[in-house]
C-alpha cells in the first residue's frame, strides 16, 4: 500500500502548551507532578539489571545503582528500584510509558512507590547526566546539572546531599579539542527504528568515536530537549569527517526516539556542534536493544490473522456502549490495513497481563499516575532471523486512565474536559508499534491538554508509518512459528480516507519538478474560487493561495529543504501530492 493515495480531510496545526512529562499521552503538569509527588529522587550509575515476572504476570526490571547524590528521601551508598518492562525467557514486554535505562547509564532517577500496583521504589523519570560535565539530556531545555537541582528544589524544598564525590574534571583544556564542524545531512527526510542511515558529513568529529555522541530531538517531549546515542549498534560508521547510522527508535533498555528537528554532533573529546538544518523524522517504529543488538519488531496473525480486542465493562458503562471504541479501532485498520478487531463479548478485566487477552478498556480507580491519560503493555516472543533477533506481538493491552474527567463524545471538547478519542487513537498507535513523532496534529504527538482533540491521522506521519509496518508484517520471512499478519478488509470500511479519494481528480493535476528547488509549476482544470496549500513535516501551513490560470508557477524559494504535502483545495473535492525540497 502507497501512503501516498491517501486523502485527509484537514491537517489543523494546533497551539498546544508543552512541558516535559512522562513518555507517552500525559497532562500538561505531569512532571511537575512526578516532582511534588515523589518518594525518591537520586542521582547515580546503573550497575546491573535482572528481569523477572510479578506477582500480576507482567515483566519487571530490578536495576541497581550506585548512589552519588541524594535530593529526597533516605537512601544509602546502593540502592535497588524497579522499571517496567524486559526480557524473561523468551517474551518480552514494551510499556509505554516505563522508564528504560541500560547498564552504565548515569542520571537523575524519580522514585515512587505504587502501592496499589504492589510495587515498590518504581522510576517514573530518569533524566540522562553527562558524568563527567554535567551537562543534562531530555529536561525542559535545561542543559547544566545545577540548573536542574534548581528546579528540583522549586518542587521539593530539599537540598542535595552529596553520598560519593562527583567528578566535574571536565577537560577545558585538552589538547586537539577542535570543534567540529557539520557541512550536511543527508537525508534530511527520515523514518526512525526502520534502519534508514543517514550521514553526517562535516570535520572534527574524531578518529574514533570513543565517548562521540550524535543527540536528536527528542519526540518524547515535543522537541524540547535532546536525547543522545553513544556508542552503539546504530552507529555503522565513525570517522573525523563522517557518521553514518540508523536513526533510533529504541523502546527498550533504551528510550531514544528520534524526532523532527535539528541534530547535534559531540566529539571524542566533548566538543559540539548543532546543525542549522532540520531533519524531518516522519514517524518512528518500535525497535530494540537487546544482547547489545539493534532487533527489530514485528506484528502477525495472533487471532484470525491480526488482533482482536476485548472492550472492559469500565470502559463500555464509561462510553455507553463500544461504538465510540470500536469506531476508534476501524480508524486505524481502515487506514493503514492493521489488523485490529473489536471481539463481542465484553470482559471485567481492569489491569494489564501475559494471559492472552488483548484488553481495551477503562483502569480501576488510583491504578494509573494522575499525569498520565494512558498506558499501553505489548507482550512479544522472540525468534531468530537472518536479519537478527526478531520479537513479534503477540498480545497487547491498553488501559484509559478512570480518574481523568473525559469527554467522550465526537463532538470539540470542553476546555475542561480530555477527549478519549485522541487518548484511544494514540494508544492504539503504540498498538500499531509506533512511537511519539513531533507533529502537534497527529494523534502520537506526545501530549494532550484539556479542550483540545486530534482525531485525524497524519498521511505522511501515521497513516505512511503505520503502512510501513503492515506491509513489512504481512510479507514478514521469518515469524518464530507465528501465522503472518493478514491486512485488514479495507472494502468493510466506513472511516478508510482510501474511500473519499477522487481518483479521477488526482489523475488531472500536473505538479513538477519533485524534487523541486525553488519553483512549482503546477497544471490543472480549476475552477474559481480554488485554492493550493503546502504544508510542512510538522503540519503547519507555509505557503497557501488561490489559483489564477490553468498553468501557474509557484514560487519555493522560502521553503527550507525537507518533506512537504501539497494540499488542492476545490468546492467538490481536495487531493494530496507529496513533495519534497532539496
Not at 534508514?196 to 570535520?203: C, D, L, N
Request: with cysteine.
Amino acid at each position: 500500500m502507497n501512503p501516498l493515495k491517501y486523502l485527509f480531510a484537514v491537517l489543523f496545526f494546533l497551539q498546544l502548551g508543552v512541558d516535559v512529562g512522562a513518555q507517552c499521552l500525559s497532562i500538561p503538569s505531569a512532571y511537575n507532578q512526578q516532582l511534588s509527588f515523589c518518594d525518591k529522587i537520586i542521582e547515580g550509575k546503573i550497575v546491573s539489571q535482572t528481569s523477572y515476572v510479578g506477582q500480576d504476570g507482567n515483566i519487571y526490571t530490578s536495576n541497581s545503582v550506585e548512589v552519588y547524590r541524594v535530593l529526597k528521601g533516605n537512601v544509602g551508598f546502593d540502592f535497588d528500584f524497579t522499571t517496567e518492562g524486559g526480557v524473561y525467557g523468551d517474551k518480552m514486554q514494551l510499556v509505554t510509558p516505563s522508564v528504560q535505562v541500560s547498564i552504565g547509564d548515569y542520571g537523575l532517577l524519580v522514585i515512587k512507590d505504587e502501592l496499589a500496583r504492589g510495587v515498590n521504589n518504581l522510576a517514573s523519570t530518569f533524566i540522562p547526566i553527562n558524568e563527567v560535565n554535567g551537562s543534562v539530556l531530555g529536561f525542559r531545555g535545561l542543559e547544566s546539572r545545577e540548573e536542574v537541582y534548581d528546579e528540583i528544589a522549586r518542587f521539593t524544598g530539599s537540598t542535595t546531599v552529596e553520598v560519593r564525590r562527583i567528578s566535574l574534571d571536565y577537560p577545558e583544556n585538552q589538547p586537539n579539542r577542535q570543534t567540529p564542524v557539520i557541512d550536511a545531512v543527508s537525508p534530511l527526510v527520515v523514518t526512525a527504528g526502520t534502519k534508514t542511515i543517514i550521514t553526517i558529513t562535516g570535520q572534527g568529529f574524531g578518529a574514533e568515536q570513543g565517548d562521540g555522541k550524535v543527540f536528536f530531538s527528542n519526540a518524547d517531549d515535543g522537541g524540547q530537549s535532546f536525547v543522545a546515542l553513544q556508542e552503539g549498534p546504530h552507529f555503522v560508521s565513525w570517522s573525523d569527517t563522517e557518521i553514518q547510522m540508523y536513526v533510533p527508535s529504541s523502546t527498550l533498555f533504551n528510550s531514544t526516539v528520534a524526532g523532527t528537528g535539528h541534530i547535534k554532533v559531540e566529539s571524542n573529546s566533548g566538543a559540539q556542534v548543532e546543525c542549522p538544518q532540520q531533519l524531518t523524522v516522519r514517524y518512528a517504529k518500535s525497535e530494540v536493544i537487546y544482547s547489545e543488538m539493534l532487533n527489530q519488531t514485528m506484528l502477525i496473525g495472533s487471532q484470525n490473522g491480526g488482533y482482536e480486542f476485548s472492550i472492559n465493562q469500565n470502559l463500555i458503562s464509561l462510553l455507553g456502549g463500544p461504538q465510540l471504541a470500536e469506531r476508534s479501532v476501524e480508524k486505524w485498520a481502515c487506514n493503514t490495513g492493521i489488523n485490529f478487531k473489536v471481539g463481542s463479548s465484553f470482559t471485567p478485566i481492569t489491569v494489564a497481563a501475559h494471559d492472552q487477552i488483548n484488553v481495551l478498556g477503562l483502569s480501576a480507580p488510583n491504578q494509573l499516575p494522575s499525569y498520565l491519560l494512558g498506558r499501553t503493555v505489548t507482550t512479544l516472543s522472540s525468534c531468530g532471523s537472518v536479519n537478527g533477533l526478531q520479537w513479534n506481538m503477540v498480545e497487547v493491552d491498553i488501559l484509559l486512565n478512570s480518574d481523568i474527567d473525559w469527554w467522550v463524545s465526537e463532538s470539540q471538547p470542553m476546555n475542561n474536559r480530555f477527549d478519549l478519542v485522541t487518548s484511544l487513537l494514540h494508544e492504539l498507535g503504540h498498538a500499531h508499534l509506533l512511537q511519539h513523532n513531533n507533529n502537534q496534529s497527529s494523534p502520537m504527538y506526545f501530549q494532550l491538554t484539556e479542550g483540545a482533540m486530534r482525531r485525524e491521522l497524519s498521511p505522511l506521519n501515521d497513516i505512511g508509518g503505520g503502512d510501513f509496518i503492515v506491509d513489512e508484517s504481512v510479507n514478514a520471512v521469518f515469524t518464530c512459528s507465528d501465522e503472518n499478519h493478514v491486512a485488514y478488509d479495507f472494502n468493510t470500511c466506513n472511516l478508510s480516507l482510501i474511500n473519499s479519494i477522487e481518483d479521477e481528480v488526482a489523475e488531472s493535476i500536473t505538479i513538477y519538478p519533485n524534487p523541486f528547488q525553488n519553483e512549482l509549476n503546477i497544471w490543472g482544470d480549476w475552477k474559481e474560487g480554488d485554492s493550493f496549500q503546502i504544508i510542512d513535516g510538522l503540519g503547519r501551513t507555509v505557503l497557501n493561495g488561490a489559483f489564477q490560470s490553468h498553468a501557474q508557477i509557484i514560487s519555493t524559494e522560502s521553503l527550507i529543504p525537507g518533506l512537504y504535502l501539497f494540499e488542492i483545495l476545490s468546492e467538490s473535492s481536495r487531493s494530496v501530492h507529496q513533495l519534497i525540497k532539496n
